[in-house]
């Protein structure tokens, strides 16, 4: 089994927008940033810098968002675009705004208002696919679509490529935007409070020994991954005591006790409810051990780009700790996703 670095991210949201020394930034200012803009749509001003006319005009929007990320991501790792690249892109809800058009216009005058154009980004996997053509992936693939933790899903589910030798570098992360009619939906189903945001978020994994040759700058490594689904209603939290079987999978194959985990950073954005349940996990996995938690949803809102930020996060955590920091984050109907990263 391969060891899975990452040496690189990418992030391009309304609160940071460029790579590792970027994100750096924005954690040590922390809580004098957090509250200081509210989390919202990214400024046209920033994807304006980011693409060219041509680009503006082909891409939609979330599929700008999910490009300017990626690119910033690849230029961080110091990658050169090619064939061994994969992709890997977990979204909430997709490009739902494309969509929305794409059915108004059938509605509002009939087959003729239909457009050619509109009809690929209905497509959930339109992001991952002009991503690979932008930085010219041409190894897997993916993308996952699941509430809360598809970012930091994709992320597990590229490590384990890396690890399993299936692919020799990948992109990995999330992206998401905001739409008022989506908006109104989420709070008319009762959505559970999250902070909801927009952007995108990557990191770049490799195998360690592969980005040690090439000279590329280690961020950190992702030493374990899991993914389990929990006992719950759908959209609903778990009411029974049950073991954090993510952590305990992620830890195990880390080969990490609970009391060596230096940090954690955990996936609440305002969800009560859910937030709660996710402290409770994380506590029944680590015992008595206390480990400082981070949250980075008052910076950034909740989006599927975050996952890449909490990556980042946790890696320059362990770094300055020496000690291995935890990437959590449970989903409304169980999904539960736990990354183990460590300093380089």
Known sequence: MRRVAVTG?????????????????????????????????????????????DDARRLSRACQLAVGAARLAVGDAGLVPGADLGVVVGTEFG???????????????????????????????????????AVRARGLSLTLNAPTVAGELAVARAASAVRAGRVEAVLAGGVDQLDPVLLEALAELGDGGDARSEGAGFVVLEPLEI??????????????????????RPHGVGRRAARASAIDAALGQARVAPAAVGSVQVSGAGDVARDRWERTLVERALGTHRPRVGMLAPLLGRH?????????????????????????????????????????
């Open 211 to 232: 980005a040690r040759a090439r000279g590329a700058r280690i961020l950190g490594e992702i030493v374990g991954s899991a993914w389990r689904a929990l006992a719950a």
């Open 304 to 344: 599927s780009g975050v996952a890449a930020v909490a990556v980042a996060a946790a890696a320059m955590d362990a770094t300055a700790s020496g000690a291995p920091a935890l990437v959590n984050a449970v989903a409304r109907g169980g999904t539960h996703v736990c990354l183990v990263v460590a300093g380089p």
């Open 9 to 53: 991210v990418g992030v391009l949201t309304g609160a940071v927008a460029g790579g590792a020394d970027a994100v750096r930034g924005l954690l040590a200012e922390g809580a004098a940033r957090a509250g200081a803009r509210a989390p919202g749509e990214i400024p046209a001003s920033t994807l304006t810098a980011l693409f060219d006319d």
């Open 95 to 133: 490009d739902l705004r494309s969509t929305i058009e794409f059915v108004d216009g059938y509605l509002g005058r009939g087959p003729g208002g239909l457009s050619a154009l509109l009809f690929p980004n209905t497509v959930m996997n339109t992001m991952a696919a002009t991503t690979a053509i």
